[in-house]
C-alpha cells in the first residue's frame, strides 16, 4: 500500500480546506447571503435524499437537523453528493452539533465544518442557507462565524422544549450579531422568537441515507 509523500498532502486541498474566504479570529470560511424563495417552504431531512428525485420532490430544500453520522460525508467527501444535492431548491448546511460538554475547540470545529460544506456548495452553484446553533454563552464568541449578515439563515427548536431559555438566549444574540433577513425554523417556534420567523413542520426521517 502506498501512501502520499508529506509534500503532496500539504498540497491536497481536502486537507488544507483553505480555498475559500476565511473571516474572524478563525479564519472560518463565510457563506454568502443569497435569494431564495420563502414563499411556499418544505424541507426534507438529508436522509431522505434520492439520487433520482421527483418532480414534486426537487422544489424542496434540504436540511441536517438528523445525527451527525448520518451526514459525515457530505464534509470527508463533499463531491459524491454534490449532484444528488444539487436536484434540489436549496440545502441548509450541515448542522454538526456543538454541545455543550464538548470542549471549545471541538464545537469550533462544527462550526468551521458546516459553514466549510457552505462555501464549498456555493461555489458549485448550489442556493444554500446557513445553519446556526450554539451551546452555552460562550460559544456564542464563534457559533455565529462565518455567516453574512442580513443573510436568511436556518434554526431548529427540535429537542429544545426543555432547554428554551438557553435556546432564547442564543436566539437572541443571533438576531443581534447576524441580523438576518429571515429565519427558517424547523419546528415549532416559541413566542418569544423574534425576527421575520418562516416556521416549518419537522417531520421525523422515514428512510436510511
Known sequence: MSYPTSLAMRSNPLFLRNE??????????????Q?????????????ETRSNET???????????????RFESVYRQPEKSLKKLAQYAFVLTPDFSTY????????????????????????????VVATLSWSGANSFEYCFEGVEKNAIVAVSTVGCRTSKRCFMRGYDAMLERVE???????????????????VVEYRPFTRAA
Open 180 to 198: 438576518p433577513e429571515a429565519i427558517l425554523c424547523l419546528g415549532e417556534s416559541f413566542p418569544e422568537m423574534g425576527g421575520d420567523l418562516v
Open 100 to 127: 455543550a460538554e464538548m470542549q471549545p475547540w471541538r464545537q469550533i470545529e462544527s462550526v468551521a465544518q458546516n459553514r466549510w460544506v457552505g462555501a464549498f456548495w456555493q461555489s458549485k452553484g448550489l442556493s
Open 55 to 69: 418532480e414534486t420532490r426537487r422544489k424542496r430544500g434540504v436540511h441536517f437537523f438528523v445525527d451527525d453520522f
Open 20 to 33: 475559500f474566504e476565511g473571516v474572524g479570529k478563525w479564519g472560518i470560511p463565510l457563506v454568502k447571503k
Open 35 to 47: 435569494l431564495i424563495d420563502l414563499s411556499d417552504v418544505s424541507l426534507i431531512a438529508y436522509s
